[in-house]
C-alpha cells in the first residue's frame, strides 16, 4: 500500500530514473551482457563450450603457429545468430571467450560447424591429424569458413597460410 502511494506521487521522477537506468545500461552495453549471460546460462552447446576449446587449443597451440599474436577466429553453430566464441591468439598462447557479437568483435575468418565437428575436432592428438580432419570436413561441407577481413589483412594476420593448410583459401 505504501508502495502504491510512493509511486503515484512521484511518478514523474520514478518514470524519468527507470528511463535514466534503460539508457545508461543501453549505452555501457549492459544489455548485450545481460543477452550474453543467459544464453551462456541455457547454452549447453560442444561449439561454445569455452572450457573444452581453451584446454584443446593450449594443448594444440604449434596448429595456429601461422596465425600473428592478436588474429582471432570465431567459432559458430550458426552464423546468422552471431552467437559463439572467438579464439584470440595471444602470447602465451589462446585466450576462448563467448560473444553475441561474433561478427562485429573483428575475427579474420568464422568457421562454422556442429557438435559433431567440434567433438570429433577436439579428439586430434596433434596439428597433423587436425589439419586432416579439418581438410576431410570442408571438402565434404560440414566444415564451412568465412572471411570476415579482406585478403590483404588476412595475409598481414597469418590466415591465408593458416587456411591453406587446411585446404581452405579465400577467393
Do not use: C
Not at 548485450?32 to 547454452?43: A, I
Amino acid at each position: 500500500m505504501r508502495f502504491t502511494r510512493f509511486i503515484k506521487r512521484y511518478w514523474f521522477h520514478t518514470g524519468a530514473l527507470t528511463l535514466g537506468f534503460i539508457l545508461v545500461a543501453n549505452l555501457t552495453g549492459g544489455f548485450t551482457r545481460l543477452d550474453l549471460f543467459m544464453k551462456g546460462l541455457k547454452d549447453h552447446s560442444v561449439v561454445t563450450d569455452v572450457e573444452q576449446w581453451q584446454s584443446w587449443l593450449n594443448r594444440n597451440s604449434d596448429f595456429f603457429e601461422p596465425l600473428a599474436q592478436g588474429a582471432k577466429v570465431g567459432v559458430t553453430q550458426d552464423l546468422e545468430s552471431a552467437y559463439g566464441v572467438i579464439w584470440t591468439k595471444t602470447a602465451a598462447g589462446f585466450s576462448v571467450e563467448r560473444t553475441n557479437r561474433l561478427q562485429k568483435d573483428g575475427p579474420g575468418i568464422i568457421l562454422v560447424f556442429d557438435d559433431q565437428v567440434a567433438t570429433e575436432l577436439r579428439a586430434k592428438k596433434n596439428p597433423d591429424e587436425a589439419i586432416s580432419f579439418l581438410r576431410n570436413r570442408s571438402q565434404a561441407g560440414k566444415v564451412q569458413a568465412y572471411y570476415i577481413k579482406n585478403a590483404d589483412k588476412l595475409g598481414e594476420e597469418g590466415f591465408l597460410t593458416f587456411l591453406q593448410s587446411i585446404g581452405l583459401r579465400p577467393s
